[in-house]
Structures are given as structure tokens and as C-alpha cells.
């Protein structure tokens, strides 16, 4: 477990440092954000799970895909980093620790897939649940890396990867080991990854009308110039 945990930390800095330059954040502000991210990504999955089972003990991923623009945020004014940008760094980094884990998940044994059938000698053969959700994270990495450097994604790459991750999630988690449902008669993860793609579609629709505002009160703002120069 620690052995993995400091794996993912270290592919966390690598993937920030790669990309910090792109968002104007200098390298000991990344590093501290990186052992933020770390350090309150773990805790944000802590509380999840103590939420989910009232006692301590261990992580719901999910925890740190909702709860850390709650923290980040902040951090970000005080670091005096437009919080946007800090938030779009954060968010692949975040995605391949999830990957990480999800492969430590494999070795320790949980987060098993559904029986899919027996084989021939009687052994149950069961969805590799924990070794497809870290391979598909990373593709959606990859893909999302590629998206990165367009302006339109600039300042909602974190809500587009909670959305991404989100309904990858939904997917998944059907072909996960059957669990007693928590609310609404879902399981867990499908509430979790359900309630990440709402918010994160949510917080896209701000940004796209936040968008659309400054497009349109800049056509305003060039109309009112053109109509003063005609006047001149």
C-alpha cells in the first residue's frame, strides 16, 4: 500500500511538472501543490469512505474527485494562482493516481468484478474489474492530454474530466462485485459517479454561459465603438 501510494505521488509531481509551464505556475508552487493534492486527495478519500460506513479505515476514490475543488480553491488564492488554472493542472495527475490505485486495488484483493462464469476445473472466473478501470484511465489520460492544448478546454478541464471519469465509472461499476445499495437502491460508486457527472456538467454549463457573456458583451463593446467613430 505505501509502496503504491508513493508511486502514485511521484507519477502526480511528473505529470505536474510536464505541464506547469503551460499555466504560467512556477516549480516550487507545483511541488507544494502536488503534496497538497497528495496529502488532501488521500484524506478527501478517508472522509468518503467514513461517510459511506461510518468508521475510518479506508478510501472511496471519489471523496477526492468531489471534495478537492472545495479545497483547492482556496489554496489557490492563497498561492495567488487563478484558481481555473490550478484546477486543470491538478486534474490528470488526480486521474492517474486513481489508476495507481486501482492497480494496488488488484494486488490487495478488493474492488473485485462480477462472476462471470466457472471454468473447468471450478474456478470462478471473475471480471478483472480493478485491471480495467486502471487501463481505461489511463486511455482517458491520454485523451484528455490531447484536448489540453486547445483554448476551448482552457479552464474546464477539471469539470470535463469529472464528467469523463464519471460516466466511465457509471459503466464499470455494473461489472463490479455486487454490494448492498446505499441510496436510491444504488451501489456506492454508481451514486458517487452519478452525482461527479451532474456536477461536473453543471459546472460546464457555468462556464459556457460565463462564456458566452464575455462574447457577447464584447460584440456590445465593438458596436458601441463602431457607432461613436461613425459620429467622429
Known sequence: MLYM???????????????????????????????LVGGLGILSTQVLYFIENSEWGGMSFFGAVLFLPLIMTPMALLLKIPAADMMDLISLPGLLMFAVMKVNCFFSGCCGGRVLGVSGNGTPLAFPSQIVEATTTVCLIVVLLFFEHRDKTRAKLYPISMVSYGLLRFVLNWFRE????????????????????????????????????????????????SIEEERE
Request: aromatic share 8%; charged share 20%; hydrophobic share 55%.
Open 5 to 35: 501510494l508513493s508511486l502514485s505521488v511521484a507519477l502526480l509531481l511528473a505529470l505536474m511538472l510536464l505541464r506547469c509551464k503551460r499555466y504560467g505556475i512556477v516549480i516550487w508552487k507545483t511541488i507544494l501543490i502536488t503534496a
Open 178 to 225: 455486487p454490494g448492498d445499495a446505499f441510496l436510491f437502491g444504488m451501489q456506492k460508486g454508481t451514486l458517487w459517479s452519478a452525482i461527479a457527472v451532474v456536477a461536473g456538467a453543471i459546472w460546464l454549463m457555468i462556464l459556457h454561459n460565463r462564456d458566452l457573456d464575455r462574447q457577447l458583451e464584447t460584440i456590445r463593446n465593438r458596436k458601441a465603438s
